[in-house]
């Protein structure tokens, strides 16, 4: 259903993380403010020039996030250990989850709503004090179900009643995000120890609305969940820069068929073994790659002619240049190629990627997904070769990107963000009722 835009409504959002947590959010910032409202986007300072290049009023939640993960003890503590690095980096991470807190309150004065992700959770509590309603958003399936496993987990089935005790990991990050929120509660906010909650419940344990931003037509929503858990479809953010192939890139492209785009995500790690692997698998594959430099694990110096190595390019125009996609399985990338109708082969490290990675085999659109760190030579150039041969993966990722391209995610999105205003009653109100 159409709605009028709520008039003169602030709204504000919080995120913290790589590029894939930031730009489907600013994609709903965006369509927010075409509609009406006011916005506010806090993320990092890396960030500031593309929220501002769409117009959309920027915070800083802190120093850039792409420095913390460059940092050689992250590299060691996911090649290496994890028990030796993993401490001070979980202190490192308290430092600047408390920094993004206490920016966050300065910006959400004066808002009428808070839209976050669950890595800046601290913005239940700042609803909580303003009185004002909080809507949480997420890329990937997080509430608890039986229908499948937590989004991290790779492994063999086991059946609803093991799927769901996977989610229980949940309450150990919960413990991690949750451990500094007393203080905030009690020094910026003037509340009192929180009672209950979670990533997606408030201090009471009532579950709040949480917008899932991927589609139904990827992954279906369980049964099991609460009503307040909507998948709204994805939220692309338009492409702002004009972006047409260099000159040069033109000239590899008329040189031979269509590439593969090849890229591992904005996590640095491992660029060495990566690079290796990529060249000795074109070599035994004999086709044409092209990669990103960016963040990501692979070093794009001393590369073979039958790879092109660019600094950046919007995945929805690049996309339409290549004949298959093989990437990390961020939640973006994976709907980037889906939406352009690519075949898809998925090399998982972390977090939601094993999900993607999965559901984009499931759906017919590409080979079962590998490891990063199992991944071969050989079994990346049988990868490379069928992405770019098979038809079976080339019809069915073509009919999922025509199903994507009919829906209007952060349309969804907004008729629930007006539904939460609507209904929302401030505390002095609920008391005299």
Known sequence: MDTEPTAQKRVVFATIGT?????????????LQAHGYSVGFGATEEFEPLIASYGVEFHS?????????????????????????????????QRILDDAARRAWVMAQGADLILLNMNVSFGIDIAEALDIPVIMMALQPLTTTSEFPFCAYDGPDFGKTFNQLTHSVTVLQQAYYDLPRNKWRRELMGLERRKKGGFFKDTKGRHLTTLYAYSTTVSPRPRDWPKEAVVTGYWPLPDNTNWQPSREFRAF?????????????????????????????????????????????????????TVFAFDQAPHDKLFSHVAGVVHHGGAGTTAAGLHAGKPTFVVPQTV????????????????APVRLRRLTDESLADNLA?????????????????????????GKA???????LANYRPRNEQRRA
């Open 386 to 410: 069928n992405l770019a041969g098979n038809r079976f993966y080339a019809e069915n990722a073509a009919r999922i990107g025509r199903e994507l391209a009919g829906e209007n995610g952060t």
């Open 19 to 31: 590029r894939g947590d930031v730009q489907p959010y600013l994609a709903l910032a965006v369509a």
């Open 253 to 305: 492209l008329d040189a031979g068929p269509p590439p593969v785009y090849i890229g591992f995500g904005s996590m640095p790690f491992g660029a060495e073994r990566n690079t290796r692997i990529l060249k000795d698998a074109m070599a035994i594959w004999g086709g044409r790659a092209v990669v990103a430099r960016g963040w990501g694990g692979i070093n794009p110096e001393h590369l073979p002619d």
């Open 414 to 420: 907004i008729q629930h963000v007006e539904r939460v």
């Open 61 to 93: 939640l802190g120093p850039s996030i792409a420095d913390f993960l460059h940092q050689s003890r992250f590299e060691k503590a996911m090649s290496q250990s994890m028990l030796i690095n993993g401490p001070a980096l979980l202190r490192q991470g």
């Open 352 to 367: 939601d990627q094993p999900f993607w990675g999965r559901r984009v085999f499931e759906l017919g659109c590409g080979p």
